[in-house]
């Protein structure tokens, strides 16, 4: 079962890299590049695929262009992607925030929206060609595309239930890979569309120590059941309602991974990252044309460090001067009271009356 689970996964994959799939030279676009803040909010945000608790967060907008053609009149019609993060120290959040009437079809994610955020891990990986290793398929190892590698969070929600959490699970990440065989929330690296593997799982041999640090959930506008669906109420609204989705997720700023599979953030540097989205259209499934971007080359992920932090001085070192003026004032005391001392047996002893030893 479990070998058949991980073929049913690389299979997921094969099609996921279709969609992915670039050809030739990187296209060029007037609005490349752009930042998203993450600014430092501990304990604001639930992961739970609701908008609420991000109201007082800066969103970053973004035109949805054709990643293949990035071309302004081929933009997705629903309009651009909100994007928004914040960090709490630990973890770093996500909020996807896209317009589009509600498509659901239980089970066949590629008739449901899905979602993907890639970021830099190898120093010399390119946005476009997610990595840009330019080995052919069967030929990518770890040593031939070094410095080429990119992390990979995809979202199909054809098997989530909206307002769930999905992602990195136990019985998954005890196989030591990055897979979700619940949601399909999965954790992916890649050198070029055509090598991409779940975490832990090479092109020659499984690493067997990755595991999936992602977790998110979904939810649309238009759903009003708030108190938790379940499998059997799908397709959970209404198909075709007008409205917007909400992609939110989570993960560690650092994990443990050893094998160039994840990128590492640090607060107060940058870190390069991109923004995917897949939408069906007419009841078809999504295809190389529904695989819109966010930009047509790294956006800049700014984790900023608090600004009570960034502002913070510490006081300076008083306990020498607290010492000094105690030792002092001590000092003094003693000086006193040997004068008080000295003044009172003076004092006496002119009050003595001397008798000469011959008068005894």
């Known amino acids: 079962m479990r070998l ?35 600014e430092f909010r501990p ?23 054709p990643a ?34 509600y498509i ?22 390119t946005y476009y060609n997610m990595g840009g290793c330019k080995d052919i398929p069967g030929s990518c190892t770890s040593k031939s595309c070094r410095g080429q590698e990119v992390d990979i969070m995809h979202f199909s929600v054809g098997n989530a239930i909206p307002g769930r959490l999905y992602g990195g699970n136990h019985i998954d990440n ?14 992916l690296y890649a050198w070029n569309p055509h090598c991409q593997y779940l975490d832990g799982i090479g092109p020659k041999e499984n690493n067997s120590n990755a595991q999936n640090d992602w977790h998110g959930a979904w939810w649309h506008s238009s759903l009003t059941f708030h108190s938790g669906f379940v499998d059997d109420d799908s397709p959970y609204g209404k198909q075709d309602e007008k409205g917007t989705y ?8 650092r994990t ?19 923004v995917a989205f897949w939408y069906p259209n007419d009841g078809k499934p999504w295809s190389n044309s529904q695989h819109y971007s966010a930009s047509c080359d790294w956006l800049v992920l700014d984790i900023q460090p608090s600004l009570e932090a960034a502002h913070y001085r510490p006081a300076p070192n008083r306990s020498w001067d607290a010492g000094t003026a105690f030792a002092l004032l001590l000092s003094v005391v003693a000086i006193c009271i040997s004068v008080f001392v ?7 002893k002119s009050s003595v009356q001397f008798t000469p030893l011959e008068q005894i």
């Open 246 to 253: 909400y992609f939110e997720f989570s993960r560690p700023l």
């Open 104 to 125: 659901y079809t239980k089970g066949e994610n590629k008739k449901c929206p899905s979602v993907a955020l890639m970021f830099q891990i190898g120093e010399k990986a």
């Open 68 to 101: 293949l053609h990035p071309d302004e009149d081929k933009a997705y019609a629903g309009g651009k992607v909100a994007v928004k993060a914040v960090h709490d120290g630990v973890n770093i959040f996500f909020m996807l925030k896209v317009d589009g009437d």
């Open 342 to 348: 000295g003044y009172g047996a003076s004092k006496n």
């Open 174 to 187: 005890a196989d030591g890979n990055g897979g979700d065989r619940f949601g399909h929330l999965v954790d």
């Open 43 to 65: 304990g604001v945000v639930t992961v739970d695929g609701h908008p609420t608790d991000w109201d007082g967060v800066e969103a970053s907008e973004f035109a949805l262009l």
């Open 256 to 274: 443990m991974d050893r094998f160039q599979q994840d990128a590492q953030f640090t607060i107060g540097e940058p870190n390069s990252m991109a």
């Open 4 to 38: 058949l689970a991980v073929l049913v996964t690389a299979a997921a994959l094969l099609a996921a890299a279709a969609a992915h799939e670039h050809h030739g030279e990187a296209p060029t676009c007037a609005g490349g590049g752009g930042r998203v803040l993450a």
